[in-house]
Nanobody, 128 residues
Framework: QVQLVESGGGLVQAGGSLRLSCAAS????????TAWFRQVPAKEREFVAA????????YYLGSVKGRFTISRDNAKNTVYLQMNSLKPEDTAVYYC?????????????????????WGQGTQVTVSS
């Protein structure tokens, strides 16, 4: 069983930076991809970024491309989301997710339905 634990959220002014971490423990060899989603009250969970553990490909929501970077430290089984030039509209609870199904690839990584493992979420608040 794999567990995901996020950390690194907080309050930051617009234009600032934060780095979120997602530490995976347990049978991590069964993970094929990880992703970050975010959610604000009364809205659906939104895809932010994903990375494939098999080929290293990365995927981003259009509005964060060039500002956010997803990366992975293999030795630590930790996935990061470096967030720069933060905007008030980036305010949300950010969730780390992982899929243990190797069937999916490409555009499927944008869809929350393929992820069977989720962290507890970490709040990111960007003040104007």
């Amino acid at each position: 069983q794999v567990q995901l634990v996020e950390s690194g959220g907080g309050l930051v002014q617009a234009g600032g930076s934060l780095r979120l971490s997602c530490a995976a423990s347990g049978r991590t060899f069964g993970i094929y991809a990880t992703a970050w989603f975010r959610q604000v009250p009364a809205k659906e969970r939104e895809f932010v970024a994903a990375n494939s553990w098999s080929n290293g490909s990365t995927y981003y929501l259009g509005s964060v491309k060039g500002r956010f970077t997803i990366s992975r430290d293999n030795a630590k089984n930790t996935v990061y989301l470096q967030m720069n030039s933060l905007k008030p509209e980036d305010t949300a609870v950010y969730y780390c997710a992982a899929t243990s199904n190797g069937y999916y690839s490409g555009s499927w990584y944008f869809k929350s339905i393929i992820y069977d493992l989720w962290g507890q979420g970490t709040q990111v608040t960007v003040s104007s």
